[in-house]
């Protein structure tokens, strides 16, 4: 089967898209991995890669390729497949759109977020609501940044009503921390941070959106932050190290994106409180990532079981968004910062030069240095989209040459 080639001009015209293509990957094939350093410097690298235009054919090819524009939800690959059950990619596909939006102003975003609305809830069965507690909290915290980007007021109450779904989930049970799912079986009372690392970054952003008017389940977001947070933390975190695992006997289940969220939820608290505690909670997490969740040749980030169309190949862009919060925080120290930044612009050289196919349009492997045949996923091309949005902030932010 032969990849559709998509009409892209919703965003700009053949020539502008082209052209931005060509800028952003000028010089590819004289590319290679080059020698890490331990501070992630490719030194081979033999041309400079404008940040801010391969996002934007990034984020232009996602939307062009992969959003369903009758159904108005996005499809699960660049064939047009739909995957009726993808509830929670959906809602990092509105956050690259949100991102996006954010960093471009173009208004053909903020109709696609406008869109997604009724068209993912309509996918859904009518709701937002979802059996999975960790699926309701990443649409409760695309819906609440969507909103803050669009001033669209759906997205307010739908964000407030998922919140309190998963706030709905705590109990006591093995020391407290949302579950899993709904079901009253092993496996669905489970706990780990899938669930909790979400539901505490929602938390910390409503309680400084929203302060004391906002109460959830009888109590205040800065109750729920402190507990989910801390049960985290007692629970699913190796404190000498940082690691952030779900089954402390498995390291094949320590995943870039229970990191990602850990950090993420560790910078809110920091955000709120000034308590060092967190910021050091976040960096040690950072630090044990990008150090052990790596491809040990080349030194990218990698998750085991990556493999087409599977739900792991979306979680290293979640680590990706969280680690760039991180370094734009102002106290983080600076020698941790460009160690950061180095590991992230290694990652996107990888993945722009070794792991990206180009024409017509922008694919990318689920390995981030093995670009994609005939077949890209939904879930890797997230994950693509996720680091080029975030090497654009950086470069726009001016933490970038």
Known sequence: MKARIVNCSFLFNKKQMKTIILIAGIALISSSCGKIEDEYINRNTTYPVDWSAAADSSSMSFVSVYWNST??????????????????????GLDV????????KNDAY??????????????????????YYDDMGWHGLAHLRAFEATGDVRYEVSSKQLWEWI???????D????????????????KGVPSNGPAAIIAARRWQKYGEAEIINGHNNLYWLSHIYNWMKENRVVQQSGRVYDNFADKNGDWTYNAGTYIGAALEFYKITGNKVYLNDAMKTADWTTSTLVNST???LSDWAEQQDHDVNLFKGIFVRYLTQLILNKDLPETARKRYVNFLKHNAEILWTAGTSKNPVILYGYHWWQAPEANASLRAELS???????LAMLKN???LD
């Open 71 to 92: 159904k108005h939800h996005f499809n699960n690959d660049n064939l047009g497949a739909i995957g009726q059950y993808d509830y929670w990619p959906e809602a990092h």
């Open 175 to 190: 020391g407290g921390g949302i579950p899993w799912n709904h079901e009253n079986t092993t496996e669905g009372k489970s």
């Open 384 to 390: 693509g989209c996720m680091l080029m949005e975030s």
């Open 110 to 131: 903020k109709q696609r977020i406008s869109d997604f609305y009724e068209g993912v809830k309509a996918k859904n069965g009518g709701r937002f609501y979802n059996n």
């Open 298 to 300: 080349n030194k990218v």
């Open 167 to 173: 706030a709905a989930g705590w109990n006591e049970d």
């Open 97 to 104: 759109m949100v991102d996006a939006y954010q960093r471009t």
């Open 397 to 399: 932010e001016g933490f």
